[in-house]
């Protein structure tokens, strides 16, 4: 016979093992203006991931929940999957404090999972938001003038040209804030960055799997543009 | 690519929660009947889709998208809009039939809404049975026993769909026609007998009297006459001329307090009485009549 009692603690315990994990590799992005969007440290090296439209404009800047402020810079952006690549700057000792995520595999999503939302929703910081996949869907997208970024990841996409791409939809609450934030599976492991890009009620976000290619040719060209 | 361990509870869940979709979903069909969004369908028998009434605008080659991606045309079997559900017959079947839960919901109880208006695959939606309530008059002339209200969200095209426990079994169907705004689920024991009807008439037959009522409270005095507690019956107002009331003696004046051998206190009760089987069949009325009980047989009528 299951102990009800038990589990529900089980499960809270698990929760909030899941979310303190996960609240250390999220960082609030600032861009001077109103409101702020969230970033998941994604690499070692102070690498962070958000979305393109909370970096579009303004001085970029990033603080920790502990309050740590670090300058920062846009390293590559695909505005066609509103995602922006940054790094920070700062002492070692101070980006020791940005533990990279855990990224699971998003192209073994199954609808109905656990999904949770992390974010600064409306401004309050490290908001949690519970809900599950609600489904995957494909959305056609206008690949970014001079972006540079070509997708190998089953979503094509050349810039200037029109794609689609899979998004992640989800029932967990998204807000204004919650733009660039991780949307975590049952093990607290990143399965997609939320974003806005697709109008209507429904959460979106971008598959990790995506973002990690985002990620490897954005840094794979940095690479390159130093040893020219 | 890191999982980490020791949250095995919220894994579990998760790992449930998808199965059940999975499952729930090979039992829920696209149904594209109107011209709007297409909504959704459950597989109810080898060749039989039940859906939403208000999705349901044609009677004929209504295309259905199985879910394993084929498409099949169905036709209108029968319709209840009172309870806003509607029964298709398919050309070539469903593999995977919809299993609907043994038992009724209870408040607080884990649910997913699923639906299938799209051909990218099922959808999803988590809450909880919120509440519980009926009889609830729905606005086109029909009354719900009982119905359920829950928390998942409504996605557009989810009319029709399925409402499923964690084991993928069907508690409800979902409709947002019956409660503007509002997201219910018809409980899946009730659509199931519903369509069980529509499936042998093609309609709910929905029964007539012929009288105006309206509610008063009964003395303690009669009460005692009456041989119980019921503080509540229906003064008729007005009889119908030619109607069943009046060829079963029914007068202008009796407190109408019984049909066939259950009390009725309200308006809802007596309509929620007055469908299926009773229809077109002599049943005793039990009315207060000067103070005193009696009982009239009325042949119920059918309201078209």
Excluded: C
């Excluded at chain 1, 303190?20 to 960082?27: P, T």
């Excluded at chain 2, 080659?61 to 394993?68: E, K, Q, R």
């Excluded at chain 2, 919809?98 to 988590?126: D, F, K, M, N, Y």
């Excluded at chain 2, 307090?257 to 809802?268: E, H, K, N, W, Y």
């Amino acid at each position: 016979m299951i102990d009800f009692v038990e589990l529900s603690s089980a499960f809270t315990e698990s929760l909030e093992m899941v979310v303190q994990r996960a609240r250390r590799s999220l960082v609030v992005v600032h861009n001077g203006r109103h409101g702020a969007g969230a970033g998941v440290v994604w690499r070692a090296g102070g690498y962070l991931v958000t979305n393109h439209h909370v970096v579009a404009r303004g001085a970029i800047r990033v603080s920790s929940l502990e309050g740590h402020e670090y300058p920062a810079r846009v390293v590559a952006q695909a505005a066609e999957v509103d995602l922006a690549l940054l790094q920070v700057d700062g002492p070692a000792a101070d980006l020791s404090n940005l533990l990279p995520a855990m990224i699971a595999d998003s192209r073994q999503l199954r609808v109905g999972e656990v999904a949770f939302a992390l974010g600064h929703p409306w401004g309050q910081r490290a908001v949690v938001t519970a809900g599950i996949i609600s489904g995957l869907a494909t959305v056609r997208v206008r690949g970014g003038r001079g972006s540079g970024t070509v997708m190998r990841t089953g979503a094509e996409l050349v810039p200037g040209e029109r794609g689609s791409v899979t998004v992640i939809r989800t029932d967990a609450e998204l807000a204004p804030g919650n733009s660039g934030g991780p949307l975590l599976n049952a093990s607290g492991a990143v399965i997609g960055i939320n974003t806005m890009i697709v109008g209507g009620d429904l959460g979106v976000a971008i598959p990790s799997h995506i973002v990690e290619a985002f990620v490897t040719e954005s840094l794979g060209q940095e690479v390159a543009q130093v040893t020219i | 690519m890191s999982q980490s361990n020791g949250n095995h509870p919220l894994t579990a869940l998760s790992e449930a929660m998808a199965e059940a979709v999975e499952k729930a979903g090979m039992g829920t069909v696209l149904v594209n009947g109107r011209r709007r969004l297409p909504a959704s369908g459950i597989a109810y028998a080898a060749d039989l889709i039940l859906t939403a009434d208000h999705v349901v605008e044609r009677e004929e080659d209504i295309p259905i998208l199985l879910p394993d991606g084929s498409e099949v045309t169905a036709t209108l079997v029968g319709r209840d809009p009172g309870s806003d559900l509607a029964l298709l017959r398919l050309k070539g079947g469903p593999a995977f039939l919809a299993e609907p839960a043994p038992q009724e919901a209870r408040i607080g109880q884990l649910v997913l809404a699923l639906g299938r208006p799209t051909s990218e695959g099922i959808q999803a939606s988590l809450g909880v049975i919120s509440a519980k309530g009926g009889p609830v008059r729905t606005g086109r002339g029909g009354l719900l026993e009982r119905y359920l209200r829950t928390d998942a969200i409504p996605y557009p095209g989810f009319s029709g769909g399925p409402l499923v426990d964690t084991a993928g079994r069907v508690v409800g169907l979902n409709t947002s026609g019956l409660a503007r705004g509002a997201s219910l689920a018809i409980p899946a024991d009730l659509a199931w007998q519903i369509a069980g009807t529509l499936a042998q008439h093609g309609s709910v037959r929905r029964g007539y009297l012929g009288v105006r009522s309206q509610p008063v409270t009964i003395p303690t005095a009669q009460q005692k006459a009456l041989g119980r507690e019921q503080s509540t019956g229906l003064l008729l107002v007005s009889v119908e001329e030619g109607s069943p009331a009046e060829a079963g003696g029914l007068m202008v004046g009796d407190i109408l307090v019984g049909l066939a051998g259950q009390p009725v206190s309200d308006p809802d009760e007596l309509l929620a009485r007055l469908s299926g089987a009773i229809v077109g069949s002599p049943a005793p009325v039990e009315v207060l009549r000067g103070g005193q009980p009696a009982t009239v047989t009325v042949t119920i009528g059918e309201r078209k």
